[in-house]
C-alpha cells in the first residue's frame, strides 16, 4: 500500500459523511437605504487618496462639521490614510489606502503568512500587510481612542481600500492574469484595536473595499467571533478579493456585500459565511478568466 492511500480514504469518508453535505448559503437584496450608508464609507475611503493638511478636499466638502485629526505616512509610505472626527455623524474615522510603495514591499514578501495574533492558536496573517500595519499601530490607536474619550457617544469607522499600481500575476494553466496589486490594514487594525480594547467592538463598523484575503482559517474564526459590523465590499468581477488564493490557505472573513455584475442598477447582496466559510453564490462564483481589473476602481458609481 503507498503512503498517501490512507490520506485518499480519509477524503472519500469526509465527501461521503455529513460533514461533505452541502451548506446552507443564503443571499438577500440589500436595501437602498443600507447601499447608501455604504455609499458614503465609500467617499470617506476614496478620501484617503488625498494628500491632506486639513478637511478641505472636494469630496470632503461633502462631510460638514468635520476636522481631520492626523493624515498618516508610515516610513517608505507602506501605510497611509487618516484619522477624522465627523461631530454630525458622530463618528471617528479611520481611514487607509493602499500605495505603490506598500505594494512594491509587499509583492516582494509575496503571500507569506505570519503567526498573529500570538494568542489565538495557529492564527496566521499575509506577512506583508502585518509588517505594513504594525508601523503606525500605536499610533492610530492612541490617536483614535483619544477622539473617542474626547467625544463620548461617538463610534468609530474603520474604512480601506487597497489599490496599488504595481502588478501581481496569477497564473493557472496557461492564462496569466495581471492584478492590481494590494493592501488590506483595516482588517488587522480592527482585531488589534478589540484586542486591545474589547468595549471597542460595540462602537466600531469596518467597511472595506476590494479586499483581499488577509489571514487563514484561524484568524477568520477569530475575527468572526467579534461579530464586528463588518462589511466586505466586492465590486463585481475585481480581481483583488481572489488574492491571495485560497490554495495557500487563506480565507475571508464575514461579510461580503456583492455588487452584482451584468446589472445595470448595481444590484448589491449581502453574503452571510457559513462555518466562517465565504459564501460560494457571491464573488467566489467568478471565474479567473472573467476578472475585471477595472472594478477594483469603483464602488456602484463612486471612483475609488
Ligand atoms: C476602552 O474603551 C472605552 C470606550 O472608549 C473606554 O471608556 C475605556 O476607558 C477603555 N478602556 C481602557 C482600558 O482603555
Ligand atoms: C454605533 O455603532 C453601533 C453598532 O454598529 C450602532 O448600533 C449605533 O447606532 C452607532 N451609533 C452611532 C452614534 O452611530
Ligand atoms: C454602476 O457602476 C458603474 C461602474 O462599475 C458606474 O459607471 C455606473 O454609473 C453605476 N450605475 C449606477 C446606477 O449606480
Given at each position: 500500500m503507498?503512503?498517501w492511500?490512507p490520506v485518499?480514504?480519509?477524503y472519500?469518508?469526509?465527501v461521503?459523511?455529513?460533514?461533505g453535505?452541502?451548506?446552507?448559503f443564503t443571499?438577500s437584496v440589500v436595501?437602498e437605504?443600507e447601499?447608501?450608508?455604504?455609499?458614503?464609507y465609500?467617499?470617506l475611503?476614496g478620501i484617503?487618496y488625498k494628500?491632506?493638511?486639513?478637511?478641505?478636499?472636494?469630496?470632503?466638502s461633502?462631510f460638514?462639521n468635520?476636522?481631520l485629526?492626523?493624515?498618516?505616512?508610515?516610513?517608505?509610505?507602506?501605510?497611509?490614510g487618516y484619522?477624522a472626527v465627523n461631530?454630525?455623524?458622530?463618528?471617528v474615522?479611520?481611514?487607509?489606502?493602499?500605495?505603490?510603495n506598500?505594494?512594491?514591499?509587499?509583492?516582494?514578501?509575496?503571500?507569506?503568512?505570519k503567526?498573529?495574533?500570538?494568542a489565538?492558536k495557529?492564527s496566521r496573517v499575509h506577512?506583508?500587510?502585518?509588517?505594513?500595519y504594525?508601523?503606525?499601530?500605536d499610533?492610530l490607536?492612541?490617536?483614535s481612542t483619544?477622539?473617542?474619550?474626547?467625544?463620548?457617544g461617538?463610534?468609530?469607522?474603520i474604512v480601506?481600500?487597497?489599490?496599488?499600481?504595481?502588478?501581481?500575476?496569477?497564473?493557472?494553466?496557461?492564462?496569466?492574469?495581471?492584478?492590481?496589486?494590494m493592501?488590506?490594514?483595516?482588517s488587522l487594525?480592527?482585531?488589534?484595536f478589540v484586542?486591545r480594547n474589547?468595549?471597542l467592538?460595540?462602537?466600531?463598523?469596518?467597511?472595506t473595499f476590494g479586499?483581499?484575503?488577509?489571514?487563514?482559517?484561524?484568524y477568520?474564526?477569530?475575527?468572526?467571533s467579534?461579530n464586528?459590523a463588518t462589511?466586505?465590499?466586492?465590486?463585481k468581477r475585481d480581481?483583488?478579493p481572489?488574492l491571495?488564493?485560497?490554495i495557500?490557505g487563506y480565507r475571508?472573513t464575514n461579510?461580503e456585500f456583492?455588487i452584482k455584475?451584468?446589472?445595470?442598477?448595481?444590484?448589491t447582496?449581502?453574503?452571510?459565511e457559513v462555518?466562517?466559510e465565504?459564501n460560494?453564490d457571491?464573488?467566489r462564483s467568478v471565474?479567473?478568466?472573467?476578472?475585471?481589473?477595472?472594478?477594483h476602481?469603483?464602488?456602484?458609481?463612486?471612483?475609488?
Amino acid at each position: 500500500m503507498r503512503p498517501w492511500t490512507p490520506v485518499i480514504w480519509a477524503y472519500a469518508l469526509l465527501v461521503i459523511s455529513p460533514v461533505g453535505i452541502a451548506k446552507e448559503f443564503t443571499t438577500s437584496v440589500v436595501p437602498e437605504t443600507e447601499v447608501n450608508v455604504l455609499k458614503v464609507y465609500a467617499v470617506l475611503a476614496g478620501i484617503s487618496y488625498k494628500t491632506l493638511t486639513s478637511w478641505d478636499c472636494e469630496s470632503c466638502s461633502l462631510f460638514a462639521n468635520t476636522q481631520l485629526v492626523d493624515f498618516f505616512e508610515s516610513k517608505k509610505e507602506r501605510a497611509v490614510g487618516y484619522v477624522a472626527v465627523n461631530n454630525d455623524l458622530k463618528q471617528v474615522t479611520l481611514a487607509f489606502r493602499g500605495t505603490d510603495n506598500a505594494a512594491q514591499y509587499i509583492t516582494d514578501l509575496q503571500f507569506r503568512l505570519k503567526r498573529w495574533p500570538d494568542a489565538v492558536k495557529d492564527s496566521r496573517v499575509h506577512h506583508g500587510f502585518l509588517d505594513a500595519y504594525q508601523t503606525v499601530a500605536d499610533n492610530l490607536y492612541k490617536l483614535s481612542t483619544e477622539q473617542l474619550a474626547k467625544h463620548s457617544g461617538y463610534n468609530l469607522t474603520i474604512v480601506g481600500h487597497s489599490l496599488g499600481a504595481g502588478e501581481y500575476k496569477i497564473r493557472r494553466r496557461d492564462a496569466v492574469f495581471a492584478c492590481p496589486t494590494m493592501l488590506a490594514l483595516a482588517s488587522l487594525a480592527s482585531v488589534d484595536f478589540v484586542m486591545r480594547n474589547k468595549t471597542l467592538a460595540n462602537m466600531m463598523t469596518v467597511t472595506t473595499f476590494g479586499q483581499p484575503r488577509v489571514g487563514n482559517k484561524e484568524y477568520v474564526a477569530y475575527y468572526n467571533s467579534f461579530n464586528l459590523a463588518t462589511k466586505r465590499v466586492v465590486n463585481k468581477r475585481d480581481p483583488v478579493p481572489h488574492l491571495p488564493p485560497r490554495i495557500l490557505g487563506y480565507r475571508h472573513t464575514n461579510e461580503e456585500f456583492w455588487i452584482k455584475p451584468d446589472n445595470k442598477d448595481n444590484q448589491t447582496i449581502a453574503c452571510p459565511e457559513v462555518d466562517n466559510e465565504a459564501n460560494p453564490d457571491c464573488s467566489r462564483s467568478v471565474k479567473l478568466s472573467e476578472y475585471e481589473r477595472i472594478d477594483h476602481s469603483w464602488a456602484w458609481n463612486i471612483p475609488l
